[in-house]
T-cell receptor, first 113, second 110 residues
Framework: KNEVEQSPQNLTAQEGEFITINCSYS?????LHWLQQHPGGGIVSLFM???GKKKHGRLIATINIQEKHSSLHITASHPRDSAVYIC???????????????FGKGTKLSVKP | DGGITQSPKYLFRKEGQNVTLSCEQN?????MYWYRQDPGQGLRLIYY???????QKGDIAEGYSVSREKKESFPLTVTSAQKNPTAFYLC?????????FGPGTRLTVL
């Protein structure tokens, strides 16, 4: 079983729809990252969360530490949101050393006009 | 123009040849990383470096080597010992709060 699981693997939506992508993890974490990968391959960091909720424009990320679950929401989706969204768990930092990232397999989102 | 550059974007090599992928950053971060991405899989850590002249193996280091002689540069060599080198390679730099990724190099071994 993967330590970081995302669902769904693929998602097709119509422009304007509200979108939710889920991420569950089984390891102890210090933070949870959401990343966006465009078709050309470049990756952009969207959010880093250790608790609660963050919002940036039409993107909202939430995390429930007790349930080991995070969600990424996109409101009023647009074709330019089409990309692969990746969740990554930063392992808990023991002994002062920086934990590394464990990545989910990604969710491929396609928003149709 | 700040960021991370990787070159080349596409690279073709014959089986059995070593190849070096370039990664340069001007973000002044101490830590740099190399990841490999295969279709249908999450990114996997090959090597990372927390400081100049020091680096650590990641989860899939076999068949790869790195050096960190300068803060700005973290080249990755894919050696002939790597059994399945065809993949997309991403370099990153950053701290515990975020990582900045380069545009990636797609390596195809023929």
């Amino acid at each position: 079983k993967n330590e970081v699981e995302q669902s769904p693997q693929n998602l097709t939506a119509q422009e304007g729809e509200f979108i939710t992508i889920n991420c569950s993890y089984s390891v102890g974490i210090s933070a949870l990252h959401w990343l966006q990968q465009h078709p050309g391959g470049g990756i952009v960091s969207l959010f880093m969360l250790s608790s609660g909720k963050k919002k940036h424009g039409r993107l909202i990320a939430t995390i429930n530490i007790q349930e080991k679950h995070s969600s990424l929401h996109i409101t009023a989706s647009h074709p330019r949101d089409s990309a692969v969204y990746i969740c990554a768990a930063r392992t808990r930092n023991y002994g002062g050393s920086q934990g590394n990232l464990i990545f989910g397999k990604g969710t491929k989102l396609s928003v149709k006009p | 123009d700040g960021g991370i550059t990787q070159s080349p974007k596409y690279l073709f090599r014959k089986e059995g040849q070593n190849v070096t992928l370039s990664c340069e950053q001007n973000l002044n971060h101490d830590a740099m990383y190399w990841y490999r991405q295969d279709p249908g899989q999450g990114l996997r850590l090959i090597y990372y470096s927390q400081i100049v002249n020091d680096f650590q193996k990641g989860d899939i280091a076999e068949g790869y080597s790195v050096s960190r002689e300068k803060k700005e540069s973290f080249p990755l060599t894919v050696t002939s010992a790597q059994k399945n080198p065809t993949a997309f390679y991403l370099c990153a730099a950053g701290g515990i709060y975020t990582q900045y990724f380069g545009p990636g190099t797609r390596l195809t071994v023929l």
